[in-house]
């Protein structure tokens, strides 16, 4: 079994910056994926970014230069740097670990992100 603790979300004014973390916990295959999703209000939820243990990145065009993921192998966390925040990035960011080549999918508690304009 597999546990991810978000951390980080909170409060912050259109330009400001914050930082997510995501530590997993238990047994955790070596081949996996890392990332992080959001879910506006009312809304599905959508990728943000995801970084393999390798270090190769995808993003969502709409975090494309504003957002920054990164991984600590050794501590099995990720982050999420994200600066330039805008209003439209509010939403409850969950972490994802995704086991390959099965493609299952752990998932957080949430973090909410709240950007005031």
């Known amino acids: 079994q597999v546990q991810l603790v978000e951390s980080g979300g909170g409060l912050v004014q259109a330009g400001g910056s914050l930082r997510l973390s995501c530590t997993a916990s238990?047994?955790?295959?070596?081949?996996?994926?890392m990332g992080w999703y959001r879910q506006p209000l009312g809304k599905q939820r959508e990728l943000v970014a995801t970084?393999?243990?390798?270090?190769?990145?995808n993003y969502a065009d709409s975090v494309k230069g504003r957002f920054a993921i990164s991984r600590d192998n050794a501590k099995n966390t990720v982050y999420v740097q994200m600066n330039s925040l805008k209003a439209e990035d509010t939403a409850v960011y969950y972490c994802?670990?995704?086991?390959?080549?099965?493609?299952?999918?752990?998932w957080g508690q949430g973090t909410q992100v709240t950007v005031s304009s």
């Open positions: 994802n670990l995704r086991v390959l080549p099965w493609n299952y999918d752990y």
């Open positions: 970084i393999t243990r390798e270090g190769s990145t």
């Open positions: 238990g047994t955790i295959s070596s081949f996996n994926v």
